[in-house]
């Protein structure tokens, strides 16, 4: 076989297996958001709005799937704050300083609603280290923390020990509701 019938055929492989392939990432995720759901983080300053417009697309939060839209920079908890009360979205803030509520973000992973933590210091794509950066928790049980980070270009599910995720999470943490 020739290396063009070669490389035709291994593409339409590819794009057969594809939704079995996205749907294997999310096997066993408490909180299992779809591709489709997942934002990307376009500025490379905008993960809190990434993270968060991960979440509302996925919790059909119509009123907060345009975050990252509408806010192209950082924010901070009062930015948060002030933005999804301007909105009438439900949620829990937590702002790091004093003790990691691990309890809270378990509990919430848990019941599938899942969160926006941030990491501090923040390791970047290219392996270097940055400043905060707020991503997504998709799960938190038995030892293992699964991630989607949105400065990922395929917006995966990471897997992280729980040692690892505790050694980078600062204790900051925003969760949706309906």
Same mark, same amino acid.
Request: glycine share 8%.
């Given at each position: 076989?020739? /290396?063009?019938?070669?490389?035709?055929?291994?593409?339409?492989? +590819?794009?057969?297996?594809? =939704?079995?392939?996205?749907? #294997?990432?999310?096997?066993?995720?408490?909180? @299992?958001? @779809?591709?489709? *759901?997942?934002?990307?983080?376009?500025?490379? $300053?905008?993960?809190?709005?990434?993270?968060?417009?991960?979440? %509302?697309?996925? *919790?059909?939060? =119509?009123?907060?799937?345009?975050?990252?839209?509408? *806010? !192209?920079?950082?924010?901070?908890?009062?930015?948060?704050? %002030? #933005?999804?009360?301007?909105?009438?979205?439900?949620?829990? &803030?937590?702002? =790091?300083?004093?003790?990691?509520?691990?309890?809270?973000?378990?509990?919430?992973?848990?019941? !599938?609603?899942?969160?926006?933590?941030?990491?501090? =210091?923040?390791?970047?794509?290219?392996?270097?280290?940055?400043?905060?950066?707020?991503?997504?928790? $998709?799960?938190?049980?038995?030892?293992?923390?699964? $991630?989607?980070?949105?400065?990922?270009?395929? +917006?995966?599910?990471?897997?992280? /020990?729980?040692?690892?995720? &505790?050694? +980078?999470?600062?204790?900051?943490?925003?969760? +949706?509701?309906?």
């Amino acid at each position: 076989m020739n /290396t063009l019938k070669r490389n035709l055929l291994a593409a339409a492989l +590819l794009f057969a297996l594809a =939704p079995a392939l996205l749907a #294997a990432d999310t096997e066993g995720v408490q909180v @299992p958001i @779809p591709q489709k *759901h997942r934002v990307f983080n376009y500025t490379g $300053v905008q993960c809190v709005w990434a993270s968060l417009e991960t979440l %509302a697309r996925y *919790h059909a939060i =119509p009123a907060a799937k345009r975050l990252t839209r509408d *806010h !192209g920079g950082p924010a901070t908890p009062e930015d948060i704050q %002030a #933005a999804l009360n301007a909105l009438d979205v439900k949620y829990i &803030l937590v702002t =790091p300083g004093g003790r990691r509520r691990t309890d809270i973000l378990k509990e919430e992973c848990a019941k !599938g609603w899942g969160a926006g933590v941030v990491l501090v =210091p923040a390791i970047g794509p290219e392996g270097r280290e940055r400043g905060p950066h707020m991503i997504t928790c $998709v799960h938190y049980k038995d030892g293992m923390v699964k $991630v989607i980070d949105n400065l990922d270009e395929e +917006l995966r599910i990471q897997t992280w /020990t729980e040692e690892e995720f &505790l050694g +980078l999470w600062d204790g900051w943490m925003v969760v +949706l509701y309906k």
